[in-house]
């Protein structure tokens, strides 16, 4: 046997912690142990007869795996199952590419005429029937994005949702929706429509704030200039007090951040932590105010510290971790308003860059551009030889298939890097065990 090569040991004072990245485990020696390992780490078989328990614990963490293990082969078998598993299918379906807001920054052109025809609605259905009649199947997501998913809402939105509803009814499957949604449309009587549907929980919803009133307007605003702050943070307190999640992202730049102070106090007014975890805020970098990432950072904190500090739950810190994107596994697809499929949602919709057809039949017909983004999920030789495999992985398929160089390492990182991103990962396992 041998020590896994994802194992590492980190001095943390009087106590050891030893790693375990393949598992994301940590475990804590004291000295002794410490010593014992630290000694027999070229030949971990001899613990055996030193320290029976500790060596049937190290083996048992497979922390100690055969001389010949390929432990990156099992690991990407592992990843793969979990990528196949039949018994979850979710589809992202842009019902529009329209959108009633003129975002500055938004990547999407809003091009009016790109609403869903009924043929391409009913192809959708067909695919749920068809994905719901494969007995293996125990939940199935249909989510809503765009352009500005409600505004096809009783087109679109509804009927699907309602058929799916029903193809799930006869063998239980669990209907799970969400939706990425300006807020604007959101209103009490989608609400209510939404809450009618036998979904396995409400809906969840992820709505935007550019900052505080005035810069939020100045930023979201309608096609005549309408404001929007107001009406969307009335309905994000309404679909929380209906039981629904609502994921608010709040888009940062440097010269917006510190207006989130006020946000803060809007949120308090309508007294939104007592939701509590119905409601999460996640902060997000505008990429286009480029260069001031280091700069904001200080005051960045600042405004999360206050909203943690008020009772809200505010998304992950955490970045050294394997990041996967519903775009990595064949069990998901992004299906856009005229049939197109893709698999990522950032980037444009556009046929040239489809990833498949769906047909009216409800068939799905995929192309090659599919087939490389589900090749290059697993095979850089860099990866598969690297010691952080299973908390890098080098990021989502999207960015494997625009990487320059699909046989170095994606990130340019240096053994040393490594150490250091391995560490922040301990440090973040170990600040989120003291959370709970
Ligand atoms: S860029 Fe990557 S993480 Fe983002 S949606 Fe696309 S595949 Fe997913
Ligand atoms: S991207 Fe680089 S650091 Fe990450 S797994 Fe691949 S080789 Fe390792």
């Known amino acids: 046997m041998r020590l896994s090569k994802y194992v590492s040991t980190h001095p943390d004072g009087r106590r050891t912690l030893l790693f375990n990245a393949a598992g994301e485990q940590i475990f804590v020696l004291e000295p002794e142990l410490a010593e014992l390992l630290a000694r027999h780490a070229g030949q971990p078989d001899a613990l055996r007869d030193v320290h029976p328990t500790f060596y049937e614990q190290l083996y048992r963490t497979q922390c100690l795996v055969p001389d010949d293990a390929d432990e990156a082969e099992d690991l990407v078998a592992r990843w793969k199952a979990q990528d196949d598993d039949p018994s979850h299918f979710g589809i ?40 719901t009649a494969d007995e293996r199947l125990r939940s199935l997501n249909v989510s809503f994005f765009g352009g ?35 807020g604007v449309l959101l209103t009490d009587e989608v609400l209510e429509a939404l809450d009618a549907l036998p979904l396995a929980k409400p809906a969840t919803f992820q709505i935007t704030f550019d900052g505080y009133r005035n810069w939020h307007d100045r930023v979201r605003y309608g096609a005549n200039r309408e404001p929007t702050y107001d009406v969307i ?175 170095e390492c994606y990130r340019g990182m240096s053994e040393a890097d490594k150490d250091a991103y391995i560490k922040a990962r301990v440090e973040e396992i170990v600040k989120q065990t003291q959370q709970v």
């Open 92 to 131: 992202t379906i842009n019902p529009t590419l329209a959108c009633n807001l003129r975002c500055w920054y938004c990547y999407e052109e809003h091009r009016a005429g790109t609403v869903i025809s009924d043929t391409t609605r009913e192809a959708i259905c067909r695919l749920i029937a068809a994905r």
């Open 148 to 182: 500005e998913p409600l505004l096809s809402f009783r087109k679109a939105v509804l009927p699907i949702l309602q058929y799916a509803a029903e193809a799930c009814a006869p063998r239980q499957v669990r209907l799970y929706s969400n939706f990425t949604t300006n």
């Open 233 to 407: 943070l009335a309905h994000v307190e309404a679909a929380l007090r209906r039981g629904h999640e609502v994921f608010v992202r709040f888009n940062y730049t440097f010269d917006n951040i510190l207006t989130f102070l006020d946000t803060l106090g809007d949120f308090n007014a309508r007294h939104l932590a007592d939701y509590g975890n119905l409601l999460s805020v996640k902060f997000e970098h505008v990429w286009q105010d480029g260069g001031t990432r280091e700069a904001v950072q200080p005051y960045l904190v600042q405004v999360r510290d206050a909203f943690k500090a008020d009772g809200y739950r505010v998304g992950t810190d955490n970045i050294h971790y394997r990041h996967v994107c519903y775009a990595d596994t064949p069990q998901h697809l992004v299906i856009n308003y005229n049939g197109d499929i893709f698999k990522c949602t950032a980037r444009d919709f556009v046929s040239a860059q489809r990833e498949g057809v769906l047909h009216d039949d409800g068939s799905v017909e995929l192309n090659d551009v599919y087939e490389r983004r589900m090749r290059l999920r697993y095979v850089n030789p860099a990866c598969l030889a690297c010691k952080i495999l299973p908390i890098c992985n080098g990021g989502c398929s999207q960015s494997k298939m625009e990487a320059a160089k699909q046989t």
